[in-house]
């Protein structure tokens, strides 16, 4: 059973169509991009999926192991990392300390745990946000732009920390970007999405081998980067 | 400190002393303006009766502030509920604003009797709204992602009010309290002017009226620096345990 499976999705907002007809199946275990211009209805999307929003069509969607990181960190200002990150288990009524020391962990960020999220950087922000979607061991991971607004240096060393967690938690990972090199670095497939209302242009897999961090460099990664580039400028015309 | 401090200070006496020079040189009748000097003495004569009027005026006026503080924040998360019944209810909110106080304060005599509780009740309307009205504004202003990361976890409703909604409306809320600390003085003093008791232990508004009538000016200057006092007393109470309460807020914001 694939992790998510639609059908002839549409959502408008008033005389606004943001998505018309989408079709679209998620395998489990797999790191799928969604590319697009923005504006096109890729959040839209995903927050049908998450069940934050409703549209027309069949939504099938296993949602009971489900987390969502979005372009901000939106932590609570009053609250620590260590605490921030334990909410989600404290609104499920499941506290386990043990589940946040092993998520701030895994984000490397086991020293601000008594820190407040104004004490940190943007990308410790971040961390701390992914730690948080982490802490309930989620088997689909939704995210939206969740590193738009970092420096270069930082989303690449976030990206590669992303993908060693996927690659060792058989996570099903749906990520928006509109970052082309970071879609390709990141995700097993590329989906690019048309302007709005938002069709789907291209769906491929993306043929790289291991991602370290030298894999930016190799020819391949150039040439499947290309190959979406194209794609959304054909969608821009 | 010293600079926050001495320049208020140093306007403050030249204004007292330009006071008195000019009551001296121009000497007007004494019921119109007596000299800061006489002020001084009569208030030092009848300090019995100030203290003890400060203290009625103050019970009543911090108990009516407890009410509105508390149902304030109440009503405010009622409101909040829903769309439908912020506007069913928000009109009637701002009419009942606009009615003065000195207006209903007859009512609450026939309702609660002369005394305290009236005064009190006064003191709570006057306070109620801007407690109302910054914590509602607080609510509305939660970030919608984290309602949406709430509801995506299956929070209850008790869950969003405690764990999202109140705290992320502290700030909100601290600023509403502090306006209604100084209303709830004022209200309490109004209040007395209708409802309050002349035996007893009568509070500062009784203190006014009947010194007004004496044309005990002196006294009437004292009673008013005790209103303006116990408003500064009950503001610098309030903003004090507001501070302690955000303290977390304070280390965040850092
Ligand atoms: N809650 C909303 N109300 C009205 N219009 C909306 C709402 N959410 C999204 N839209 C509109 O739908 C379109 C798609 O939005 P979105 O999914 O956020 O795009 P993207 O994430 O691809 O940038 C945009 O034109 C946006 O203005
Ligand atoms: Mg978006």
Redesign the pocket.
Known sequence: MPAVALQGVR?S??D?V??DGVDLSVEQGDFVALI????????????IIAGL?AGEGQVAVDRSSIAYVFQDAHLLPWRTVADNVALPLELRGVPDRGAVARALADVELTDAADRYPAQLSGGMRMRASIARALVTEPRLLLM??PFAALDEITRNRLDERLRALWASRGLTVLF?THAIFEATFLAERAIV?SK?P?RILYDARIELGERTSAVRGEPAFAHEAGKILAALERGSE | MRRTILPPLLAGASGLLLWEGAVRVLKPAAYLLPPPSTIARAAVADSGTLASACLTTGTSALAGFAFSAVLGVAIAVFLSTSRWIERAFHPYAILLQTVPIVAIAPLLVLWFGVGGRAVTASAFIVSVFPVITNTLAGIRSVDPALRDLFRLYGASRGAVLFRLELPWATLSIATGLRVASGLAVIGAIVGEFVAGFSEGNPGLGIVVMTSYRQLRTDLLFGAVGCSALLGMVLFGLVSGGAHLLLRRWHIAAS
Not at chain 1, 36 to 47: D, E, I, M
């Open positions: 959502r907002f008033g606004v943001a998505l697009g211009p923005s504006g096109c209805g890729k959040s839209t999307l995903l927050r929003d939206d732009e928006v999405m709005r938002a």
